[in-house]
């Protein structure tokens, strides 16, 4: 059946997947959509967290048995062919989300969050799962051998933020980089080396780092709120080069990996999308909003853009285009009842 969430200022001609919420913005009803040029379909009720596999598969997080899961979420996959569900979890009592499916569609990193905490890697169809234990395990490193030492000891008990695979995989080796809280002294950047699946190494590469995105060929930058730049880095830490002085997050690399764009901000706070070429010349405001996502093809950038601050609704957003060749904007998605974290995932 098709439901129609949204208003479409301009049909789009390409199509993508969304998240909402409802109009209260308690994060109920969150709700996975597809939209192209003709509708949109409502895919997962109480479905976040979505996560693309190559062959048209989508990993997500949902909560499908209330009764029993007491609100966890499960990781499940739907393929978006024959609209077939799997649950690949399916612990009632504890709760995974934020999968994200290697570049080859063979593993799904997740977290978990047992009383102990975890970062979680399983085969594609739930099998061969393995855990850190986040919270008790310690991983101790050597501090002198980075260019810039981490504050706090050189013993870290993990709480792993958020983390992103490297789109370059050779012989079986996988690199994900990942973030992690050091002892409350913010957060700490880090590698992860995989061969098929098992942890080889880990390695520590740069101190108060977010939004860390790797580009197609495996160029590796991130935002650092040490001194309010955009890095980019090596994966062991060497390397180290400032390609933009600007506070910034939200950083996304376009397909050819020829630039990258994120949300900038101003001394006074004031947020704005910005598009720079890989090397960061050039860097120039697109429009006023945040969350950029680039196209497939290259030709465009969705965002943000903001248009409820009630008191108590904050962050409704409207989807905004941005043509790379006419330098237009326009509306894609108008919304003014529903509460969204967009998540934007383009479909081939």
């Known amino acids: 059946m098709i ?109 978990t969050g047992t009383n102990k905490g975890g970062f979680c890697i399983m085969n594609s169809d739930g099998s061969d799962n393995w855990c850190l234990d986040t919270m008790n395990w310690v991983y101790t490193i050597n501090c002198s051998e980075y260019d810039l030492p981490p504050t706090g000891s050189c013993s870290d008990r993990f709480n792993v933020m958020s983390f992103v695979w490297s789109p370059v995989v050779k012989n079986g080796i996988y690199d994900i980089v990942f973030n992690s809280n050091w002892e409350g002294e913010g957060n700490k950047l880090y590698h992860m080396v995989l061969d098929e699946g098992s942890l080889l190494y880990m390695n520590l590469i740069a101190d108060k780092a977010v939004s860390q995105a790797i580009s197609p060929s495996g160029t590796l930058i991130f935002a650092s709120y040490l001194n309010d730049t955009i890095v980019q880095i090596n994966f062991d830490g060497s390397g180290r080069k400032v390609l933009i002085n600007q506070e910034a997050r939200d950083i996304v690399w376009s397909q050819d990996g020829s630039r990258f764009a994120y949300t900038g901000y101003t001394p006074e706070g004031v947020g704005s999308v910005y598009m720079a070429n890989s090397d960061g010349s050039d860097p120039k405001i697109v429009a006023e909003g945040s969350s950029p996502a680039w196209s497939l093809d290259g030709t465009f ?48």
């Open 3 to 111: 439901i129609a969430l949204f208003s479409c200022s301009q049909a789009p001609s390409y199509r993508f997947l969304s998240v909402s919420y409802d109009a209260t913005g308690d994060f109920t009803d969150q709700t996975i959509v597809q939209h192209d040029s003709s509708q949109t379909v409502k895919l997962v009720v109480n479905g976040w967290n979505p996560s693309l596999f190559p062959d048209r598969r989508l990993a997500y997080v949902a909560s499908e048995d209330e009764e029993n899961n007491q609100g966890n979420g499960d990781i499940w996959v739907l393929d978006l062919k024959s609209g077939k569900k799997t649950n690949l979890t399916n612990t009632h009592m504890v709760n995974e989300f934020n999968p994200t499916v290697s570049p080859d569609g063979k593993y799904i990193a997740y977290f």
């Open 301 to 348: 950038i969705l965002f943000e853009k903001q248009f409820r601050t009630d008191a108590q609704i904050f962050g409704h957003t409207n989807l905004y285009k941005y043509d790379l060749s006419s330098g237009q904007e326009t509306p894609v998605l108008e919304n003014k009842d529903s509460f969204f974290n967009y998540d934007i995932l383009f479909l081939n």
